[in-house]
Structures are given as C-alpha cells and as structure tokens.
C-alpha cells in the first residue's frame, strides 16, 4: 500500500464515521454498559507530541474491544480549557485567552481526528463554556450550603445547623469545624449581628472564607495549590514561591479525610497511587496536648504522635507564623521578633524545610507550663516549624528529634532523657547519653504501656486529648486570575457572602482591559467595576483548574441537560468510570478532589455511589531520545563525540531529526538549522561527526519532540497505532524510536496481502480453511482476547503477527479465517480493518459492531500432547501421549519406551509421578549389581 492509498483509505473512513455519527453514543438499558475515560487534557499551544497519544490510543482500544464484546460503550473527549498557560499568553501578548484556547482546541482535535478515535462528538466539553461551569457554580454553591457532620458522618444543609444554634448554640453540635470556633449559646447566637452570624458559619460551612497561609506566587500574581507548586517553585514557570496571610475561599476537604482513605482498599488502582494519597493524607494517631503560657490566658496545642517522649520536652517551637506570637512575645523581645519574622517571610517552605547548615531561631521571652512537672520550657520561634503543619507548634524533645536536638545545642537549650522523671512503667526506656533515641531498644509492649500512662495522666489533668492529625489541609479555592470561573459569590453592604441564586446561573466572566492583577495586588476582575449582581459587588478571585475537572466524568453522561448536571435516569445507567487512564501525576491533585466532590454529591443526594473511578491505570511515559553535541571552551570547535575526552566541552542540544540511527550528525543541516553552527569549525572522526544520545522526557527545549502528525503523513494511523501500543507493557516507561516503526508498517502490509494481490483485486476464498488455519487462528483469538482484556496490548500484538505469519506461510486467504483475523485486529488498527471488511469482504455492516470472536477450544484441542520425563531430577526424553489415558495406561506406556528403559538400566522404581499435560517425574534406585 502507497502512502497516498492510506491516506486516501484513512480520509475515506473518517468522513463516513461522522457523517454517520457511527460513535454516537445512546442510553441503552438492554445493553450492560463500560465507561472508559482519559484523564482530562489541557490544550497546550504546542499540541501532541508522540509520547501524548498512548493513553488515548489505549483507551481507544479497549473501548472498541469492548463494544466488539457487546457493552455500551460510553468513551467521550473534552478539555479541561481555564488555566494559568492561556492567562500568561494573554498578558503577555494582550490576546484574550479565550481565543488562543479555543485555537489550542482545534489543533488538538485536529490531531487526535487522524487517529480515528471512537469519540462520541455530541458529547465534547470544555470546562470554559458557561454552559458547563454553569453547573461547577452550582457545586460550589451546594458545598457554601454544607456543613459536615460527625454524628452521621455525611453533609448536611447549613439550614439544619442554623436550626440548631437557634434551639441551642453549638453545645450539642458534633461538626468537622475550624478547631478555634468558639461555645455559643443559642442566646449569644440570636444577639449576633448579621454579619456576625455569617462569619460564625465560615467555620463550619465545607466552602468558606478564612485567613489563612497561602502560597502566593509574586511572578504569576497568584496564590497556587500545592500540587501546583514543585520544591518551592511554581511548576509554571518556575517562580519562586512564599506564603503570604490572605482572605481566601477555601474547602473542607480534610472533612472527607477518613472516607477518603478508606475508599482507596475498594479500588483498582496501582498500589503506588493509592499509597501517594495515604501519605498526602497522612493520617496519624497521637495527643493533643494544651500548653498554658506562664502569666497569660494563652494556650499553646501541640499535636504529637510520641506522648511517651512527654518528659523529654525542655523547649516549645511555634512557626513564625503562629497566632499566638504576638500575643505572647515579651516587649523586650518583640524587635527582634519582628524582625526574624520578616526574614522568614522571604524563605520560601522548601529552604525552611532543607537541613541548613545555619540553624537560625529567637527566644519570644514567654515561657509555657509543662502539664506535669510545673516547670517553665522557653517558647521560640523558629524557620523549620511551619504554620500549616499540625497546629504550627511543638513541643522540642531534644533526646528524641534530631533537628530539636541540633537547635537546643545551637541556643544551649536543655537536653534530658525522655523518660526523666517518669514513674516505674516508663524506666526501662532510659536511654545513654541524653543524645538521640534508639526506640528499638524499647520493646513494643513497654513503650505502649509508658505511652498510655503518660496520658492518663495528661487527660485526667485535662490538659491532653486523644486524637489524630492529618497532614492533608483545607483546599484553597479562590485564585487571583481571570480565566477561569467566576465564583458565584456577592457581597451586600454589610459585607456578607452569599451565593447567586440558581435562577441567575451563570455568572459569566466579563471583559477587560488587562489579564494581570492591578497595581495593588487586586484580581484581574476587579478592573471590571460595572460587573455586579444588582448593586452588589461580586467575588473577584476565580476557581482553580482543578474545579471543573473534578465532575467532568457525570456531565459526559449528560452533556446537553439545561436543569441540572446530570439526569438520574443517566446516572442510574453510567454510574461510575470503569477505566480511568492518565499520569500518575495528579494522584494527589485531581485525582483526591475528584473523589472528595463525588463524596459530597453523594451525601446531598444526587448520586448513589462514593468513588468516581472503580480502576485506575497510569500509562507509562514515553521518552524522546535526543542528541547532544560537543564544543570545545578554549578552541570554540564543535568535537566529535568521540574525541571529547581530554577536552573542557560544553554539551549542547541538537535536533534529533538530524542525526541517523548510527549517531551520525548532518553538519550542512546542522550549519542552516542555526546561526551559530554556520561558520563554526568541526572536527570529525574518520570523516564522520558523531553525538551522543540521551533518553528523556520530550521537550522543545530539547529538541527531541516527535510530531505524530508527521508519522501518521507517512505510515498512516494504524501504524503508528500499533507502534505506540508494541512499545511495552502500557504501564511502564518506553524509549521513543521512529526507527522501529517499520515493523508494525510491514505487518499490516502482509495483512493487505492476505486479502488483495499486487493489482489490488481481491483474493478471498469461500473454500473451507484447513485444519492448521484454523488452529492459526483461534490460537490468535485466545491469546490476542486474553491479553487486550489485560490491556497487555504489545503480547496481543504479537500474538496477531505471528498469526498473520502463518497465515502467510499457508497462503491462506480463506473469508472463514481472514473474517476473525480482521475483528482481532480491529481494535488496533480500525481503518485498514474498516476498508478490507467492506470492500474485500464485502460487509454493508461496521467490523466494530459484528461481535468479538470466542475461541473454538475443539480446534485447539489436540488428540496427544508431548510430554517431558524426568528421571532422577533430570530431562531424559519427550514422548507423544494420548489425552485421556488413565495414570497406569501412562504409566505402562512411559515404562514401555526405549529410552526410559535404557535410563533405568533395570534399577529399581521408587515413585512414579504423573502431572496431567505437564510432565513426569520417575524416581529409581540404582542397579545394586
């Protein structure tokens, strides 16, 4: 087949596909249903590279396998279409976001078009069409409406709570709430003020409006989320990154911690991703212990999950940032307070966090009562305690940390032994040196028993609770950018929040002038001063990227629903995703707030199921392999890669499309590619210049990015289908390598052969197939069916060359075989298949809804098997063995053989061991003559 037979095949195929809206996708209850699903794409402006399409195509696969199987198949695309890249471009160029989005959009369709994926078009979404955040509002909304309940362990409307303060204050209520919310009574809640009443319901409503740390982000003018955020610095960009107090919408999140968690042992997801969300979580059972500071009514909670350490504390820590600092700090000590505060503040958590070689702190002058012993522990401040972890305090055990034990020599602080002064069942733990702790000289049992006799104590002194801590904190909503949606939130003159009622959904970004925030620091929306609800001014911060992507999975089933998100007649039908393919990367961002909004909305009734994703697969990544050429400091010559040792050289990047596959580097394409390679001098080795290669992740920058579109141009989309999926096991890393694609091209090649001759008239047979093309065949059908419903793709791959290399060898071109050949093949490669079904084989009907094949166990059964004998531990000899004979015929039969005769050699038999289709094993004693 020529490059233009493919493409003409291919242009041919995809036009029909949609003109007859064959993937069209109907609520059908007669049929089971399968819902597959790729992880929400965000249209970049650079558009696919090779490495892009392996989840998609995997996805794809399946999908049409399991159609084939008779399901449903509900398998949709959209794009996850606000974010910070189109809002940078826009400052930067002055172009509205929305336009380069929307062409990102096109090209990204574009290209995902040639692979000829099996996408419902009715069904496409993008997280910027009001018509869908239309209903991302009305989540938020319902989350501002919620409060959760510890003694239902569900969501619950704030009318109900509302219901309760009036009746009788907060005594009684059992709510995930912030821990400073103070008892009211039901009086002290009717003498609030409005205001008052509305800023007391932040504390427990699951969408609400604090101070807190946040990390903002002074280059993009933007307060990130954590998984934006990589070693300090902003993923976008690379900025650095510092935490800042600000008034932001924020989640409870944390509310959902425990279900979170005990979701993940139901689910099908790799264990390394469940184990990221454990640890991001992190969950951990210990004390609350309150801290009274001498000559004041502060008190300072701790959070440890080491009570048994509890006499080894001589020193307390609080973050700089503590709320407690400035009331506690004496006057004498406040300047310089002040002072290393400031200093923190430009530190950004990564180098608080890194071990510094100067361990930097200041005394705040306060001292706190320790609970059992009286005495007075100084209360410092310090870089290495952070406000967001724990309660942003804690209580310094020098014998037993080893950053409290380095800081208590760096200020000459007492050091003691952790179970000083403790009674009889804490002794045995008395440690050497007053150094650091070797807890696994401690048995188990005894450190448990010296742990809860500490707080006995501490509880029956009502200075300590038991509880736990959770390293996961309350998701920050509201971002200083403009595209992205509006949250729909007003303020009226009293300055009270409230939400845009329904019928007014929803609000819509308006226009203006600029896309960064104003010379005050304000979101970009607050130049838009005639954008109000009445004569009410609206919430300026926008949602983060991570809002829409969190439901976008119910709206697929539902897309064009004007009353609500979702029909229950379709959630009913879809329910949850059974496959669920992306990056291992948003394990602890999309991944968490997807399962934490579909908790919500399964509390407030509007689904019937918990966990959005029943299984989870992360494709591996897929490697560019680039070049890197050498050039010398002193002589400024570009060096062969060969002849660099001995030389001070400076590697450099060069386009992979210019070197050939024995490294060989194309120095007159080299000299026009750039300026600075023209002119330049080039020393060869045996007349050829030679780099190196490097396998790494794609990137311009590198250039070692592969354009599909280039690939499909040449070998057409089933080829590079196939290559993409015969790389390796789909869950792990491959190395990119266009040279490698020949095979697969080749391989289809003898598939058209099968089919059509040299002229292109059709070859096909009516005549029975023989019995070793059968055998060929419904070989290929187990294995290749087993091995795509494992989503082992590159062994079904393989498994269907070897068929097509039999069939080949058979000169079979029998329509009895090549049918069931064209339906295994068909998930893979759909056009070729396609185009043989209905011009060779001449079917009016798509291969893709003609039934996937069972293999004929008759036709692979064989009447005798060859069986290996072992005698005495050892391979003998192989013979051909009837099925079905009893134990004695076999053994009779085995006996009987010349060879294992000989190898007995008349000795005696001690066992004879028969494993049925597998082997025997034949134990004897040697010959005593």
């Known amino acids: 087949m020529k490059t233009e037979s493919i493409r003409k095949i291919e242009d041919k195929w995809l036009a029909r596909w949609e003109n007859e809206k064959h993937y069209s996708v109907k609520l ?16 970049s402006g650079a558009g696919l590279h090779v490495g892009h399409p392996r989840g998609y195509i995997a996805t794809d696969v399946y999908s049409r396998f399991k159609r084939m199987a008779g399901f449903n198949v509900l398998h949709p695309m959209g794009f996850d279409s606000f974010g910070l890249p189109a809002e940078q471009y826009a400052i930067e160029t002055g172009q509205h976001p929305r336009v380069t989005t929307d062409k990102n959009i096109a090209t990204f369709k574009s290209q995902l078009r040639k692979l000829g994926f099996c996408y419902d078009p009715d069904r496409e979404i993008k997280t910027s069409d009001a018509q869908y955040y239309h209903w991302t509002q009305w989540i938020f909304s319902q989350l501002f409406d919620s409060w959760y309940c510890l003694d239902t362990a569900k969501a619950l409307p704030v009318s109900a709570l509302i219901q309760r303060l009036e009746q009788s204050g907060n005594a009684g209520v059992n709510a995930w709430s912030d821990s400073r ?68 919408w924020m989640l409870r999140i944390s509310a959902y911690a425990d279900r979170l968690l005990e979701g993940l042992d139901s689910l099908d997801w790799p264990e390394a991703l469940k184990d990221m969300q454990r640890n991001w979580i992190g969950k951990s059972q210990g004390a609350e212990i309150d801290f009274q500071v001498a000559d004041s009514q502060t008190t300072i909670k701790v959070f440890t999950t080491r009570p048994d350490t509890f006499y080894g504390a001589t020193f307390l820590v609080l973050a700089p940032e503590h709320d407690a600092v400035e009331a506690i700090t004496s006057s004498a000590c406040k300047p310089a307070v002040a002072n290393y505060c400031e200093q923190v503040a430009l530190r950004s958590e990564r180098e608080r966090m890194a071990k510094a070689e100067r361990i930097t702190g200041q005394f705040t002058g306060a001292y706190a ?81 010296a ?142 707030y997807s399962r934490f909004w579909t908790h919500f909305l399964k509390d407030r009734g509007l689904l019937s199921f918990s966990e959005p994703f029943k299984r989870v697969l992360c494709q591996g990544m897929i490697l560019g392999v680039s070049a890197i050429i050498y050039r010398d400091k002193a002589t400024h010559e570009f060096v062969s890669a060969d002849l660099k040792d001995g030389r001070d050289v400076q590697p450099l990047y060069v386009d992979i499309s210019m070197v050939n596959d024995k490294n060989q580097v194309d120095i007159e394409a080299l000299r026009t590619w750039r300026q600075a390679y023209s002119e330049g001098s ?87 197939p023989s019995d070793e093309e059968l055998k060929a065949v419904h070989t290929a059908i187990a294995k290749v069916g087993r091995a795509t419903e494992e989503m082992s793709y590159n062994t079904a791959i393989a498994a269907l060359m070897i068929c097509v290399n039999q069939l080949s060898v058979l000169h079979c071109h029998k329509r009895g075989v090549l049918e069931l050949l064209l339906k295994l093949l068909h998930p893979y490669a759909p056009f070729i298949t396609e185009e043989l ?37 050892k391979l003998r000899t192989r013979i051909m063995l009837p099925r079905g004979l009893t134990d004695e015929a076999v053994k009779a039969q085995v006996l009987e053989d010349a060879t294992v005769q000989r190898w007995l050699s008349g000795g005696r038999l001690l066992k004879f061991i028969f494993v049925p289709d597998r082997i025997i094993n034949i134990v004897c004693a040697a010959n005593a003559d």
């Open 28 to 43: 059908d209850t007669s049929l089971p249903k399968y819902y597959c699903l790729d992880m929400f794409p965000y249209p």
């Open 181 to 248: 919310t103070t008892s009211i009574s039901a009086q002290q809640w009717a003498a609030f003020s409005p205001l008052q009443q509305s800023e007391f319901l932040m504390n427990y409503r699951l969408a609400y409006r604090a101070e807190s740390y946040v990390n903002w982000c002074p280059a993009l003018g933007t307060v990130l989320a954590n998984d934006e955020i990589k070693d300090g610095f902003s993923e976008r960009g690379g900025h650095p990154v510092q935490k800042k107090m600000m008034k932001q």
């Open 369 to 449: 009562v320790h609970p059992l012993t009286g005495e007075n522990l100084p209360i410092w401040i310090a870089d290495y305690v952070l406000a967001d972890y724990g309660t942003g305090a804690i209580m310094a055990v020098p014998s037993g940390d080893q950053r409290d034990f380095n800081f208590a020599q760096a200020f000459d602080l007492p050091v003691v032994h952790i179970y000083e002064g403790a009674e009889q069942a804490a002794k045995p733990f008395l440690i050497n040196d007053g150094r650091l702790v070797n807890s696994a000289q401690a048995s188990g049992m005894l450190r448990a028993e």
């Open 451 to 592: 742990t809860e006799w500490i707080l006995q104590r501490l509880v029956a002194t009502g200075s300590a609770k038991r509880t736990f801590n959770y390293r996961i904190r309350d998701a920050i909503f509201g971002r200083q950018r403009y595209w992205g949606e509006p949250i729909p939130v007003y303020y009226d003159e009293q300055g009270i929040a409230h939400v845009v009622p329904e019928q007014d959904l929803p609000v819509t970004l308006p226009d203006v002038e600029a896309f960064l925030p104003t010379s005050e620091g304000e979101p970009p929306l607050e130049r838009a001063r005639s954008w109000r609800y009445g004569g009410y001014k609206y919430e300026t911060t926008t949602m983060p990227g991570w809002a829409g992507s969190s439901w976008y999975f119910l709206r697929y089933m539902d897309p064009s629903n004007s009353r609500e998100p979702v029909s229950k007649q379709a959630l009913a039908y879809w329910q949850a995703v059974d496959l669920y393919v992306g990056g291992s990367e948003h394990a602890t961002g999309h991944l968490l």
């Open 682 to 768: 080039f020393v060869c080795s045996k007349g050829v210049f030679l780099c190196d290669r490097l396998s790494e992740k794609m990137s311009k920058s590198k250039y070692n990015v592969v354009n599909p579109d280039d690939l499909i141009d040449v070998y057409g989309a089933d080829t590079f289908r196939l290559h993409e999926m015969f790389l390796g096991p789909i869950d792990q890393t491959a190395i990119w390598s266009t040279q490698s694609i020949d095979g697969p091209h080749k391989f289809l090649q003898k598939v058209w052969r099968l089919f059509l001759d040299e002229q292109g008239g059709v070859i096909v047979d009516d005549l029975a």
């Open 837 to 873: 079904w209905a011009e060779a084989l001449g079917h009016s009907q798509s291969i893709l809804d003609c039934g996937y094949p069972m293999a004929d166990e008759g036709v692979l059964y064989e009447a005798q098997f060859e069986c290996p004998v072992s005698i005495n531990g």
